[in-house]
């Protein structure tokens, strides 16, 4: 009696090649597909905590009897300084002393008197501070030793330029500044605070919108912001303060106008 059934199959040659196929197709899309999974999830955290942020100062604003001055100038009145001359330098180029060219105008950037009050209203009342540190940051656990501040940016950034003068460790948010100097904020959700510090409480902040779970770079999770508004309305709103971008980051006003557009 003959079996006249046909057997169909793949050669063991024809299995391997199927699966090498499938090995260098994911290898090529899986890092494009994990990387752009990563981009959505920082772009919802980012809007999460700006609104966040947005409506504990905005509201705390009103609460107080609004204006609160509190500000950088979202436009700076003819009456302040329009042309700023940086008169000294310190050994890195940073500018620590300016002079205005319209002789005889104050320099003006914004109206800070209200800051510290308006500051303890946010934290004590409007946001949910899982812990605080008024200094020292890393020792007292408001930040891990994987932060890092700008000036250990830019050093790596510039370390092959030439004329390069070195990265200021005294500027805003280095990483000196972050870890043992400026009072950081860790919110219960995890996200981390760290206000720049001055004797006169200017209202800009430092922000790791998911907290210590990383990346930690700037322009990534980590952004620097200030507080802008005018004399009649008071806080207005979160603009981007300006800060070196780690490799494929955006700016703050580029999350935000991906985010809100």
């Not at 104050?106 to 540190?133: A, M």
């Not at 656990?141 to 200021?168: F, M, P, R, S």
Request: glycine share 8%; charged share 20%; with cysteine.
């Amino acid at each position: 009696m003959c079996n006249n059934k046909i057997k169909i199959g793949f050669t063991l040659a024809e299995v391997l090649i199927t699966l090498g196929v499938i090995g260098v197709v994911a290898a090529l899309t899986i890092p494009t597909l994990s990387a752009k999974i990563q981009d959505s999830i920082l772009k919802n955290q980012f809007k999460t905590v700006y609104s966040k942020l947005y409506n504990a100062f905005y509201s705390a604003q009103i609460e107080n009897g609004m204006p609160v001055n509190c500000f950088y100038w979202d436009e700076i009145p003819s009456q302040y300084c329009q042309d700023v001359n940086c008169t000294e330098q310190n050994q890195y180029g940073t500018c620590t002393a300016w002079e205005c060219n319209d002789e005889g105008v104050p320099i003006s950037n914004g109206q800070f008197s209200d800051c510290g009050r308006y500051y303890k209203q946010v934290f004590n009342e409007k946001l949910k501070v899982q812990k605080y540190c008024e200094n020292n940051a890393l020792a007292n656990g408001c930040l891990t030793d994987d932060y890092h501040g700008i000036d250990t940016v830019e050093e790596e950034q510039n370390q092959d330029t030439e004329d390069y003068l070195g990265a200021d460790p005294g500027q805003n948010f280095s990483t000196s500044n972050i870890k043992n100097v400026y009072p950081a904020y860790v919110l219960a959700d995890g996200t981390v605070l760290v206000q720049y510090y001055t004797p006169t409480s200017r209202p800009v902040f430092m922000v790791d919108i998911n907290g210590f779970r990383g990346p930690n770079k700037w322009g990534h999770d980590i952004f620097a912001f200030n507080l802008s508004g005018n004399s009649k309305n008071g806080f207005v709103r979160i603009a981007g303060w300006s800060f070196p971008i780690e490799e494929g980051g955006k700016s703050f006003s580029g999350m935000y106008n991906e985010v809100f557009r």
